[in-house]
Every structure is written in structure tokens, then in C-alpha cells.
């Protein structure tokens, strides 16, 4: 009989501010897909939850895409395919949605056909079918994570903060592709903004790792994407400054946005309520997650 194989994959954060296509946060938001290779031929997907009503379900699936990417490298041919997707992560919103989808459809099919590939070979998969590392190596291995491209190969260290964050997430109601949120990137920047960004990260990861969060008031500022992806996102600026206002120690667009995300040590509430209000002055509906940082990324959770 086939066997069929859970996973649970944690949404995720990326750029925090100046990071742009390198770090990753890992989120306590889970969707689950489980997978079941059968007789040649054979597919079908099932979607509940967020995106039931709009994810294609068809062989161009994301996730449909991932697994067979993984049988051909593993040299496995035809087998048929049933993934069934449980979602919670909101689609289009920058949690990483798709990053969620390819992950836990790589780490279902690796589980599937022996688990022969490491999160290494797992991450330059994922990386490929997504475009860019920042999502999916956070989806992989849990915390937060820097993730570089060196000789065409992405490499991430993962590290936990000594000491707890929130992020609180503000969810508007509409949504964003990430392909139309780089769109109005430019394809150029002045020098004095390069070292402002680089200036921002290297102080951003420094004090996550230490821990030294008295010094991240100013580490979240950004001027690589933000500036040019604000007017996608009406009230942008507004919802930043209330969450800051609220004691956030800094918020930022939450990967190609348009979820706004705050960090803080406590008051989660009084900051998400704050970001609301906010997108509400300009029109917006919205709602917000108080959310922690997931340590563990993807992993299979039943083989029944
Ligand atoms: N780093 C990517 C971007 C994240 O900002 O376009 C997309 O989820």
C-alpha cells in the first residue's frame, strides 16, 4: 500500500528591513502537506484552507512542480502523485507561502524515496524553483537564517537569538505577487544608500545574535526596496511608525510585503491593534498574528 507522508512547514519573514534576498525568519504559522506516491500516472491535489478557492490545482502547481523536480533527481520515474495542502499561511501576503509549498513538497518526496538528499542539496533545490533563498532556507532550517549565493550555490547559517521576539504581523487584506513588488525595484542605487544598507544589516545581525536588542531601534531601516514598494502598499509608512510608536523595537515590509511586520519583546497585542487601526486610516482592512520564531523549519510529522 502507498505510503503517505506529513510535513509541517513554517511560514516566514524575509529582508527584515535591509536584508534584502538574504535573511530569513522562521514563524510559528504552519501549513501542512502531506504526499502519497502511487500507481504511474496518477495525480491529484486537494487545497483546504487559505487559497482552497484560487491555488490551481493542476500539474503547474508550485508544489506538484517541486515533487517531481526531486523524483528526477533521485532518479525515481512515474510514480503517480497525491498531495493533499493544509493551509494557514495567508497567500500572497510575504510569509512565504510558495517557499512553504516547495519546502514541504522537497521534504515529502526526499522522505518519501529514502531521505537520500541533505537540507544542503534540499536548499539548492528549493532555492532554484523560488528565485531567491531568503524564504525557503528559513522554511528548511528553522530561526533565522543569512543566506548568500556563492558560485551559484546558496549557503545559509541559521542562528536562534539569545533572547525572545515577537513579530507581530499586520495582514491586509489584499494581496501582492512577489514578481510585482520587484518590478518597481530599480535596477540601480546610489552608492550612500549601498552603505546605509549594508551599515543597517551588519548592525541587524550583529545585535540579533548578541542579543543586544537595545541596539536595533535603527538596524530595520532600509532604502534598497522599501522606498520603491511603499507605494504598493497604501498607509505603508503610517502602520511602521504606529507599531514603533506602540513600543515595537522595529518594524519593516514583511518579505515583497504587503504584511507589515513589527518586532518586539512584549506588548504584541497593543502594537497589532495599533498596525490595524493604522491600515484602517488609510482604507485598508486588516488584521493582525502575534507570532514567535519557529526553531525547527520543515519536518515530516506522520508516516501513517
Ligand atoms: N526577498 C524577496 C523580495 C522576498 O523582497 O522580493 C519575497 O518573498
Known amino acids: 500500500m502507498a505510503q503517505t507522508i506529513t510535513v509541517r512547514i513554517p511560514g516566514t519573514t524575509a529582508n527584515c528591513g535591509p536584508g534584502f534576498d538574504t535573511i530569513g525568519i522562521a514563524c510559528t504559522i504552519y501549513n501542512e502537506l502531506s504526499l502519497t506516491l502511487g500507481e504511474p500516472d496518477g495525480f491529484s491535489l486537494a487545497v483546504t484552507g487559505e ?56 521534504v515529502a518526496a526526499n522522505a518519501a524515496t529514502g531521505d537520500t538528499l541533505d537540507k544542503q542539496e534540499l536548499l539548492a533545490m528549493a532555492t532554484a524553483l523560488e528565485g531567491h533563498p531568503d524564504n525557503v532556507a528559513p522554511a528548511i532550517f528553522g530561526g533565522i537564517t543569512i543566506s548568500s549565493i556563492v558560485g551559484g550555490a546558496p549557503q545559509s547559517l541559521r542562528f536562534i537569538p539569545p533572547a525572545p521576539l515577537r513579530l507581530v504581523v499586520a495582514v491586509p487584506e489584499f494581496g501582492l505577487s512577489t514578481k510585482a513588488a520587484r518590478q518597481v525595484l530599480p535596477k540601480t542605487i546610489p552608492f550612500a544608500d549601498a552603505v546605509f544598507n549594508v551599515s543597517r544589516v551588519a548592525l541587524l545581525v550583529g545585535a540579533l545574535c548578541q542579543g ?21 502598499i497604501p498607509g505603508m509608512t503610517d ?28 506588548n504584541a497585542a497593543a502594537i497589532g491593534a495599533a498596525m490595524v487601526n493604522a491600515f484602517a486610516r488609510h482604507g485598508v482592512k486588516a488584521a493582525y498574528r502575534d507570532l514567535g520564531i519557529d526553531s525547527d523549519g520543515a519536518k515530516v510529522i506522520a508516516i501513517p
Open 239 to 266: 502602520v511602521l511608525a504606529a507599531a514603533r510608536e506602540r513600543g515595537a523595537i522595529g518594524a519593516a515590509l514583511s518579505g515583497a510585503g504587503p504584511c507589515l511586520i513589527a518586532f518586539a519583546r512584549d
Open 51 to 106: 487559497g482552497a478557492d484560487t491555488i490551481p490545482a493542476n500539474e503547474r502547481n508550485i508544489a506538484c512542480q517541486a515533487v517531481r523536480a526531486l523524483l528526477r533527481k533521485v532518479g525515481r520515474t512515474g510514480p503517480g502523485i497525491a498531495i493533499r495542502m493544509h493551509n494557514a499561511i495567508p497567500l500572497a501576503r510575504g510569509l512565504g507561502s510558495s517557499a512553504a509549498a516547495i519546502v514541504g513538497a522537497l
Open 212 to 232: 543586544r536588542f537595545d541596539l536595533l531601534g535603527s538596524a530595520f531601516e532600509d532604502r534598497l526596496h522599501q522606498p520603491y514598494r511603499e507605494k504598493l
